[in-house]
């Protein structure tokens, strides 16, 4: 396995996909985590418990979702763990604590949106740290399920980006994402995150959701009425100006939501068609008996859908009989 950034021997272990620090408000602190992967196009849902949890009860050794072995170099690794360090400590830890507002400037546009711009790390750093992340988010997926949520030609360029700025001439590497728009969210007043997740449905923009922030990356010419939104936030890594930062709750929720009824939607979809080719009823037959199974449960029961599912499944799957 060659090293995903510098093609080098893949040899680290164990290495973060997302940072822990970044996702630890969505699946728990390091050796804790409590973590569902959701494989809407499968209907599953697989729970991964860390060894200090105490959910962990079953001696199967299952693999942390966001960990990887062999796909980058130790050189590699430790560069981004030395970034993604310093972005803990001087935004994440601090963006929300009113004691350390002296470290952010906050301006507030004519809509009353809220963006801020870290003052004592390095804007280039900021973009490194996010483009890293989403390069080996998609990177990962792409070789284990083979949905890379990007087109090959861009992550490519993000590959070349982040190469150039580890070991090339920073400053020349950025040209190969002169085409990159990013709109980068954070919700400033929870501490709630999202998902982990992106889709190939999303395509300009690209969305990724990394717990704590959600990333709009848009590539090439950006639509008039997706200009007319987002022309104040949006940052390009060429042009000579202050990263910002979206940290509003309601933009935040808003593209929260669309990965929600995504999953929701096509998790369902193909539950239901799952059981019409096991049953032989039509997709609104099942479909009815899908919802009422769903009134007789907990409205607040997050894996619900999938019980309801697998109910079903188990009542109208002949093997079972």
């Known amino acids: 396995m060659r090293c995903i950034i510098c093609e080098n021997d893949a040899n680290a272990t164990g290495s973060h996909i997302v940072p822990a620090s970044l996702i630890q408000n969505c699946v728990g602190k390091h050796y804790k985590e409590e973590s569902y992967s959701i494989d809407a196009k499968d209907v599953e849902i697989n729970a991964y418990f860390g060894r200090d949890n105490l959910k962990n009860t079953s001696p199967e050794i299952k693999e942390n979702h966001y960990k990887e072995d062999n796909i980058l170099c130790q050189k590699c690794e430790d560069n981004l763990a030395k970034i993604e360090s310093e972005f803990s400590t001087n935004f994440l830890q601090k963006f929300r604590e009113e004691r350390f507002k002296q470290n952010f400037t906050i301006t507030t546009n004519g809509h009353g949106v809220e963006v801020l711009t870290p003052r004592n790390f390095d804007n280039k750093k900021v973009y490194f740290y996010l483009y890293s992340i989403i390069y080996r ?11 890379f949520f990007m087109e090959e030609d861009d992550l490519e360029y993000i590959r070349l980006y982040l190469q150039g700025y580890l070991y090339g001439d920073k400053l020349k590497s950025e040209d190969y994402l002169k085409d990159f728009n990013l709109v980068i969210t ?12 992106s889709a190939n449905q999303f395509t300009n923009p690209y969305i990724f959701y990394f717990c704590e922030p959600i990333l709009l990356l848009f590539k090439e010419e950006i639509p008039t009425e997706a200009r007319n939104i987002f022309g104040d936030y949006i940052n390009n890594i060429t042009v000579d100006q202050d990263i910002k930062i979206v940290i509003n709750s309601e933009f935040y929720n808003a593209y929260r939501n669309i990965m929600t009824t995504y999953l929701a939607e096509t998790f369902i979809t ?25 009134e007789n449960f907990d409205k607040d029961d997050s894996e619900k859908a999938t019980r309801i599912y697998n109910l079903l499944y188990q009542k109208y799957n002949i093997n079972n009989v």
């Open 137 to 147: 988010f998609c990177m990962n997926s792409g070789r284990k399920e083979g949905e």
């Open 186 to 197: 954070f919700d400033k007043a929870n501490t709630n995150g999202s998902f982990v997740a």
């Open 270 to 294: 193909n539950a239901i068609n799952n059981l019409s080719n096991l049953n032989g009823k039509s997709y609104d037959e099942n479909l009815l008996e899908f919802n009422t199974e769903m």
